[in-house]
T-cell receptor, first 112, second 116 residues
Framework: AQSVTQLDSQVPVFEEAPVELRCNYS??????LFWYVQYPNQGLQLLLKYLSGSTLVKGINGFEAEFNKSQTSFHLRKPSVHISDTAEYFCAVKAAGNKLTFGGGTRVLVKP | NAGVMQNPRHLVRRRGQEARLRCSPM?????VYWYRQLPEEGLKFMVY????????ESGMPKERFSAEFPKEGPSILRIQQVVRGDSAAYFC??????????????FGPGTRLTVL
């Protein structure tokens, strides 16, 4: 079975500052990794995914994430956040089969 | 190309009533997944269906919950005799056919169920 830990439940950050959201996972098999964003009262939108190849993955809205197999991490970063990045962010893994296992989420609050 | 559609967006039920949640996958997708998001928690997998087949229901509560994805029409998540603890956001996702573990799951806007 897989599990996902998002170490920070809330991250306040000032506009135009960088942000990093931490995600660690555990799995006995190879996994695929995803970051989703959820804006208030909306569904989940895919930010980026790691399937194979380069460990640095670039996604939409200026986000990127780095897969680190030895540390079983997939941290999400953005060098300069906007007010519109205020949302909840979910890290998820998928192994064999099709179900996604999600972390508990990290709420990002961007302050002016 | 319309995304994943869910209706209703909001549903209020009294304890003991039935709740029916509908999900229409993206065009060309024949794989549907249901997830539940309890307040202040992440999403938890409930069930994975293909047309007319339940593939994985390991996340479904043993009683009162059922799901179907008929040959024609939307997927339905049915909750019988709802209790307050069923209050949550229920999300549907779909992925394209043929299914592969690299396929992205595309999520609908969710149905927010409130049980009074």
């Amino acid at each position: 079975a897989q599990s996902v830990t998002q170490l920070d439940s809330q991250v306040p950050v000032f506009e135009e500052a960088p942000v990093e959201l931490r995600c660690n996972y555990s799995s006995s098999v190879s996994v695929y990794l995803f970051w989703y964003v959820q804006y208030p009262n909306q569904g989940l939108q895919l930010l980026l995914k790691y399937l194979s190849g380069s460990t640095l993955v670039k996604g939409i809205n200026g986000f990127e994430a780095e897969f680190n197999k030895s540390q079983t991490s997939f941290h999400l970063r953005k060098p300069s956040v906007h007010i519109s990045d205020t949302a909840e962010y979910f890290c998820a893994v998928k192994a064999a089969g099709n179900k996604l296992t999600f972390g508990g989420g990290t709420r990002v609050l961007v302050k002016p | 190309n319309a995304g994943v559609m869910q209706n209703p967006r909001h549903l209020v039920r009294r304890r003991g009533q039935e709740a029916r949640l509908r999900c229409s996958p993206m065009k060309g997708h024949s794989h549907v997944y249901w997830y539940r998001q309890l307040p202040e928690e992440g999403l938890k997998f409930m069930v994975y269906l293909q047309k007319e087949n339940i593939i994985d229901e390991s996340g479904m509560p043993k009683e009162r919950f059922s799901a179907e994805f008929p040959k024609e029409g939307p997927s339905i998540l049915r909750i019988q005799q709802v209790v307050r603890g069923d209050s949550a956001a229920y999300f549907c996702a779909s992925s394209p056919t043929p299914a592969g573990s690299t396929d992205t799951q595309y999520f609908g806007p969710g149905t927010r169920l409130t049980v009074l």
